[in-house]
């Protein structure tokens, strides 16, 4: 077996930023006309008016401050709420795979593309169903071997990691590419207070090397492990049999879906063991984490788990959060905290990266500064 290296990671940021009260104040024009124009059927009875969101509601829920969004104007329009991306030509790259590229340019640094030889591509969401948009970056980048898409929901990025990962400690590969390019403006429902605020856009990029005989910084893979467990607490019913159920009317199920009380409920216990159960199998004590990077979907989730996984409040930049800046951005959000705050590690220090989400999935990956 091959021992594996985290050496690099990239992030692509949107231009462009929504504050909480640019989120809020389109909202609130958008429940203020649907009121005035179903006024008739709210007065019998036949639908609910819809109540105005608030920022020091969606601050004190999630800790989300702002977000990064490819299309700014599309979301806030109150007519809309909704991205407006130009579509591309077949022959244009999609936006999946720009995006994703840019970050894996980052993450590449020095390294010839042409070194890579696996692309995985692990994302909540696909531009289109084929060819894969994995396919796409590895023949931008000009990299080698072979590519594929993978789809986790939140958990992508750690189970795409696991996967190149094992590829490489087995020898079927030596570099690899994991990129997570998230849309989730384009599948958030904007027009829903309940989760209008969750998601923001980015791209993260992460490369993988066989650890022989690395000279620049990085990180040793010490182990990884992933878990799933079904649910339908957080669901997008949209799919390819569309069509063939005869649903082609724009259904709130289309979008992302969550019963965020049951989500908090149940993934934490499940997120808590899991790490728990990880440590103790590499018998890696709290005392010997010098960082996690978890998932970002919630600041109170994440204070929760880094208390249970320590044992204790954790020190501050010992579980450093991004989402203030960037929301969730679903399978990325581990690794943007990762790629932010993991510079400053000495050498021998070990920390974890999390991920949780839809599935319900967990993923984590133990690693250690060379
Ligand atoms: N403004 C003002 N009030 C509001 C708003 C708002 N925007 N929204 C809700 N309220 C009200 C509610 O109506 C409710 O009122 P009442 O008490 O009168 O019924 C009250 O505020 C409390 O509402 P909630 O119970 O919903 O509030 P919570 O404290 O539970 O916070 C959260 C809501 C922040 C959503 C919280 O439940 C949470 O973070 N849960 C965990 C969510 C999570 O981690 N989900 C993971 C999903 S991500 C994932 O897996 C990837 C999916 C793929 C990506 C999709 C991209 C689009």
Redesign the pocket.
């Known amino acids: 077996m091959h021992r594996v290296a985290i050496t690099g990671t990239g992030v692509f940021t949107p231009e462009n930023v929504i504050t909480n009260d640019e989120l809020?104040a389109a909202?609130n024009a958008y429940a203020d006309r649907w009121n005035a124009e179903n006024a008739v059927a709210i007065a019998a009875g036949e639908l609910t008016e819809k109540?105005?969101?608030?920022s020091d509601?969606?601050l004190a829920?999630?800790g989300i401050e702002r977000r990064y969004v490819l299309d700014k104007a599309g979301v806030l329009d109150p007519d809309r709420m909704y991205p407006k991306l130009t579509p591309r030509n077949d022959e244009d790259p999609s936006v999946m795979a720009e995006i994703a590229v840019d970050a894996a340019r980052k993450a590449l640094g020095e390294v010839d593309p042409g070194t890579v030889d696996l692309v995985i591509c692990a994302a909540?969401?696909m531009e289109r169903a084929y060819p894969a948009v994995a396919v796409e970056v590895q023949q931008l980048l000009g990299a080698g071997g072979f590519a594929f898409d993978m789809n986790v929901?939140?958990s992508s990025a750690t189970f795409g990691i696991q996967t190149a990962a094992d590829m490489i400690r087995t020898g079927s590969v030596k570099t690899a590419l994991v990129v997570n390019p998230?849309i989730?403006?384009a599948?958030?429902e904007w027009r829903d207070?309940?989760?209008?605020?969750?998601?923001g856009d980015v791209a993260t990029a992460t490369l993988l090397q066989r650890d022989e005989g690395l000279t620049g910084p990085h990180f040793k893979v010490k182990s990884t492990r992933c878990a799933t467990q079904f649910s339908n607490n957080?669901r997008?019913n949209n799919g390819y049999l569309r069509r063939a159920h005869d649903q082609m009317e724009d259904r709130r199920d289309m979008?992302?879906m969550?019963n965020?009380?049951k989500?908090?409920k149940e993934?934490l216990p499940l997120v808590s063991r899991h790490i728990a159960g990880h440590m103790d199998e590499e018998g890696i004590t709290p005392d010997d984490l010098k960082r996690l990077w978890l998932?970002q979907?919630?600041k109170?989730?994440n204070d929760y788990i880094g208390k249970k996984v320590l044992g204790r409040d954790p020190e501050p930049g010992e579980q450093p959060n991004i989402l203030q800046d960037y929301a969730?951005t679903?399978?990325a959000g581990s690794i943007i905290a990762f790629s932010k705050h993991s510079a400053d590690m000495a050498p021998g220090d070990v920390g974890l990266i999390c991920s949780?989400?839809?599935?319900y999935s967990v993923g984590s990956v133990i690693v250690e500064r060379a």
């Open positions: 809020v909202f109540t105005h969101s608030s509601f969606i829920a999630s909540s969401n929901a939140c998230e989730c403006s599948h958030l207070r309940d989760c209008h605020f969750i998601f957080i997008n979008q992302f969550q965020g009380r989500v908090f993934v998932h979907a919630n109170t989730m969730n679903s399978s949780f989400g839809a599935g």
